[in-house]
């Protein structure tokens, strides 16, 4: 279903004319309100009036994390204090956070936006929705609890966490959605089977998953597991959280939202921008964000644009699912090495979980990479007690596979059922020890 004919199906010439329009105020706006972006501008000698239409976004200087961290917690404010009603902000796990202040007007944005998301995959007033993305200062929670508000699906508040109330919630009222990480979706599969639950005798038929990469064959496991369709949503706190970009039914590339959220894909190396089909770093300026708009966000993730037509009748451009992040990106002994290429690799072999952790270490001076994946039960149960700790052969197979994709070297170690880690909230999957 559309949420919003007028607004997904605009044609594009028309699209352009009110991207450019919305530029033309926010960039003014900025200017006028925030000294950090007029510092900015004017250091790159651009003035608002020389940006008259969204072909001269490129004209603009680039907004990185670091600049935000820089102003916390209230330099990116466009409005006063009082015209605030709820802030958030990223985990800060690697310095101060950064900070989303929303008005009345974002926190309406932010409804309509989420609502689209969940209409794409089909959610209605009908729906009984499960919410178990972390509500808090994460926006993962509260932006999800606005759309199904919007939409007006009954929402289950019940956050992250908590397994078992998750599973006994939905037998007992009837879930239809679940909201959360594609890691604690796969923990709750888990956890269901594990507790004799059979999910195809619950009325679970969906699922919106994001907050953190997740793999094509990820999602075909979780959709087998929980007898569900499952969603790719992306969104970041810097832009809105949840809602900058969504799947349709089709589930082949998310559309971006980008009468609200303008996307430009740049090469990270030299900011410029690259074609539409071609992998570089997402860029995001906010056209109608009051609190903290941001302007050319280099977002770190790694992606590609396309703007053909999507037969889902929607018009706005699509972009692929992420690839990778610019500083997650491990370089071992010189080679590229995406943790979403370690999971491709592990979600095809056969005998283990979709359980992984990363780990990355300096011997004699040369970068060591080991993945530990986790035995399905059966294997583990079938295996004589000898062999459980010694090197096996399915080691050096997965080793095998991994070099093919990789091209370097991984040791590859199987270890017992449910021994990692499990997250209820985004998976912490790399362990780089170089760094420390
Ligand atoms: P933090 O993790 O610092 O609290 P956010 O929650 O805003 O901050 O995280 C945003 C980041 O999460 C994105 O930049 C992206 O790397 C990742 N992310 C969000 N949604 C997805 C998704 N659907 N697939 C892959 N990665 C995602
Ligand atoms: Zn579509």
């Not at 450019?20 to 900025?30: C, D, F, N, Q, T």
């Not at 932010?110 to 994460?138: C, H, P």
């Not at 793999?215 to 969104?235: Q, T, V």
């Not at 799947?247 to 539409?276: R, S, W, Y």
Request: aromatic letters at 8%.
């Amino acid at each position: 279903m559309i949420w919003d004919v007028k607004n997904e199906t605009m044609p594009a010439a028309q699209l352009k004319e009110l991207q450019s329009e919305r530029l033309r105020a926010i960039i003014k706006k900025v200017y006028d309100k925030v000294p950090f972006y007029k510092a900015k501008m004017d250091e790159a000698d651009v003035k608002p009036s020389d940006i008259r239409d969204i072909s001269d976004l490129s004209k603009l200087p680039f907004t990185t994390k670091d600049e935000m961290r820089d102003v916390y917690p209230y330099g990116l404010l466009t409005v006063d204090l009082k015209d605030i009603v709820e802030i958030h902000t990223s985990s800060g796990t690697t310095g101060k956070p950064v900070v989303g202040a929303y008005t009345q007007g974002d926190i309406g944005l932010w409804s309509e936006i989420m609502a689209r998301t969940l209409s794409m995959g089909g959610v209605t007033e009908k729906d009984v929705v499960q919410n178990a993305y972390g509500y808090g200062l994460f926006t993962g929670g509260l932006g999800a609890h606005y759309g199904i508000r919007r939409v007006g699906a009954a929402c289950l508040p019940i956050s992250g966490g908590n397994t078992k109330r998750q599973l006994e919630m939905m037998q007992d009222f009837g879930t239809t959605v679940l909201c959360c990480t594609p890691s604690y979706a796969l923990y709750i599969a888990e956890a269901g089977r594990e507790a004799g639950i059979d999910f195809r005798m619950l009325g679970l038929e969906k699922g919106f998953f994001g907050a953190e990469p997740w793999s094509e064959n990820m999602r075909r496991e979780i959709e087998a597991r929980l007898h569900i369709k499952a969603y790719d949503i992306f969104g970041l706190t810097e832009i809105i959280g949840p809602g900058v970009a969504a799947e349709c039914e089709l589930q082949n590339m998310l559309h971006v939202f980008e009468d609200h959220f303008f996307p430009e894909i740049i090469d990270p190396a030299t900011g410029n921008p690259v074609p539409d089909g071609q992998k570089g770093e997402l860029v995001f300026t906010t056209l109608t964000k009051e609190g903290t708009p941001v302007i050319r966000y280099r977002t770190r993730d790694i992606t590609f644009l396309t703007r053909e037509p999507c037969s889902c009748g929607r018009t706005s451009v699509r972009m692929h699912r992420l690839l990778g992040r610019t500083d997650d990106m491990l370089i071992i002994r010189g080679v590229n090495v995406y943790p979403s290429q370690v999971e491709q690799v592990l979600i095809k072999a056969e005998g283990v979980e979709p359980h992984y952790q990363i780990l990355v270490e300096k011997r004699d001076k040369m970068d060591c990479l080991e993945v530990d994946v986790e035995m399905t039960d059966e294997l583990f149960r079938e295996m004589p007690d000898d062999m459980k700790y010694r090197r096996k052969p399915k080691e050096l197979e997965i080793e095998h596979a991994l070099h093919n994709t990789l091209l370097v070297h991984c040791k590859v170690t199987l270890v017992a059922p449910k021994s990692i880690p499990r997250s209820e909230g985004k998976a912490k999957r790399i362990i780089d020890k170089r760094s420390i």
